[in-house]
Every structure is written in structure tokens, then in C-alpha cells.
């Protein structure tokens, strides 16, 4: 490879708003590298080993970063569900970052897109069109889904401090897996008794908390479009799974969410637990997020016994 082209392809890996537009469906092959990088770095785990320390701390990176993913780059950045201060708009959006998903505005602008064109030939990741793999994984690394649809947040496209974390999006997974080099080797020195080191909690902080948390996460995309079951007769082929809503806080109640996305809360009925809305809930009691919109009563009711009706004419049709 030319010094040149290796410049440029670094270039890009560090700075997204180098990348030339493209609309075909190609993979990028040279992004694909980083992806593929952050898989093989948790066979680490073989040479570093492992500690209760670090078990703990991926568990709970897993958890925090799949709030900041669901409520806010989802729930707030996508729909505008609840509202919040513009600081902590800031803070939410940069943790959601460091789980290596691209930045809000990326990260919005193509689940806009989703909702507009669910399982249609235009929507980005529908595996009902593309296939499981395509919807899973293959879709964001593409060429023509690497821009932002700057169009679809022009409400958020406003904040520069959202644009720079867009612009470079490596910035916070970067910081995120120095800061667990760092605070491994400081336990390492002052607790040696915990077991831990700067590698270790590195390979189990960040690489393998954030494997797992990918693949929870494109579960939504792919698996809750094809298993679980329908509350809802949506124009799309959207699915409430309970496992998926477990591991992802509540965002596998997807039927749900295609039924009715305004709302802050996914798990319509009471044993749907939805530990997003819950931890939102916690938020807006200490004032940091406000005016959380709910799902209307009849939405709830009036839509389902519609379902109900559509279903029953149907089966009255069959017997004849």
C-alpha cells in the first residue's frame, strides 16, 4: 500500500468527515478492519486472564453504556421522547459514544430512517429485504450507510459539540479503553490482592463489555423483525421478544415501539419490563430529564381491539 493511501485510510478511521460520499452497497473493507479488531481482541482473555474486578466492570460498562444507547441515542436522539438540559444532553451522548456505535447524529439519522421506511426496499437494515446478516451487522458497513442523513436531525444538527463527536467518533471508545489501562495499572500497584491489571481490565472493560453490547444491540435490528410475536398489526414485520428486552432494557419489546415510537416507555403493559423507562423514571425525580411522554391509554386499548377485530374478520373469512 502507498504511504498515501495508508494515510488516507487512518485518516478516515480517525476522522469520519474525511470519508468521500457513496451510495453503493459495498462494504468498505478498510473500515471493516477495526470491527473485525475489536472481535479478535477478546481472545486477550486468554493471556490476561480473569478477576472478579473485571468481570464487574464490564458488566456494569455493559449496563451504563446500554442506558446511554437506548434512552438517549434512541429514545431521545431518535424520538424525542423525553427532554433534558443541554449538558447533559452532552455527557449522555458522549458515554452512548464510547460503546463505539458511531456518534448521535450518525446514530439518529438512520434509525429515522428506519422508522419512515421499516421493512421496505429502502430501509437500511430490514432483514426481511436483506437478509439476517445484512441487518445484523453488514448494513453500517456499508459505503453508502456511512454519512450521516443530516435531513432527518436537523433539530440536533444545531449543538456543534453533538457534530464533533460525530466527526470523530473514535474519540470517547479511545478514552474510554485508556482510562481502564490506566485505572488497572493504579489496582495493580495499591490492591495487587484483586488480581487485576491495566490489560486485563482493558480486554474485559472495554473489548469484550463492548462485543457483548454490539450484538445485544443488533439484535433489535435482526432478530426482533423475526422472532417473537405481535401485539400490533403494524406495516412492518416488528416483534415484542421478552429475552431481547431483557438483555437490551426494553428496547425487544419492538412491536411495541413500531406501534407507537413517541413514547419514552416500550414495555406497554405492566409485566414488560422496560428498565430503560425505569432508570429515565429515576432521572426525572432528581430533574435531569423531564416531561417524559407516555402511551396514550387508547393507543394501548383502541389499536389492540382494532388487531383483535382484523384478526377475528379473518379467521371468519377462512371458514367460510
Not at 434512552?71 to 423525553?82: L, N, S, V
Request: proline letters at 4%; glycine letters at 8%.
Amino acid at each position: 500500500m502507498k504511504r498515501a493511501s495508508l494515510k488516507t485510510t487512518l485518516l478516515r478511521w480517525i476522522d469520519s468527515s474525511s470519508v468521500p460520499a457513496d451510495t453503493s452497497d459495498r462494504i468498505d473493507w478498510l473500515r471493516v478492519i477495526p470491527f473485525i479488531g475489536l472481535h479478535l481482541m477478546c481472545l486477550g482473555v486468554i493471556w490476561v486472564g480473569v478477576s472478579p474486578i473485571a468481570v464487574a466492570v464490564a458488566v456494569g460498562l455493559y449496563g451504563v453504556r446500554m442506558f446511554a444507547i437506548t434512552a438517549f441515542y434512541h429514545r431521545y436522539f431518535g424520538h424525542r421522547a423525553f427532554q433534558t438540559s443541554r449538558p447533559v444532553q452532552l455527557i449522555f451522548a458522549a458515554l452512548a459514544s464510547s460503546a463505539a456505535q458511531r456518534g448521535p447524529l450518525w446514530w439518529a439519522s438512520h434509525h429515522r430512517a428506519h422508522h419512515r421506511h421499516a421493512d421496505t426496499e429502502e430501509d437500511a437494515h430490514s432483514p426481511d429485504r436483506r437478509g439476517f446478516w445484512w441487518s445484523h451487522a453488514g448494513w453500517f458497513l456499508s459505503r453508502a450507510n456511512f454519512p450521516i442523513r443530516w435531513r432527518l436531525v436537523r433539530d440536533f444538527e444545531r449543538f456543534p459539540e453533538l457534530r464533533f463527536l460525530d466527526r470523530f467518533d473514535v474519540l470517547m471508545p479511545a478514552l474510554l479503553g485508556l482510562g481502564l489501562f490506566g485505572m488497572g495499572e493504579v489496582l495493580a500497584a495499591v490492591a495487587p490482592h484483586w488480581g487485576t491489571s491495566g490489560a486485563q481490565l482493558l480486554i474485559w472493560g472495554f473489548f469484550v463489555s463492548t462485543v457483548v453490547l454490539y450484538h445485544a444491540t443488533f439484535c433489535i435490528n435482526s432478530l426482533a423483525h423475526r422472532v417473537g410475536s405481535r401485539r400490533y398489526e403494524t406495516r412492518d414485520a416488528s416483534r415484542n421478544n421478552a429475552l431481547l428486552a431483557l438483555l437490551t432494557l426494553g428496547e425487544g419489546w419492538h412491536n411495541n415501539h413500531h406501534h407507537y415510537p413517541a413514547s419514552a416507555r416500550q414495555g406497554f403493559r405492566w409485566w414488560e419490563l422496560d428498565l430503560t423507562y425505569w432508570g429515565l423514571r429515576l432521572l426525572a425525580v432528581f430533574g435531569i430529564v423531564w416531561k417524559l411522554r407516555p402511551v396514550p391509554a387508547q393507543i394501548v386499548d383502541e389499536r389492540g381491539e382494532r388487531a383483535t377485530r382484523l384478526r377475528r374478520l379473518r379467521e371468519q373469512e377462512l371458514s367460510r
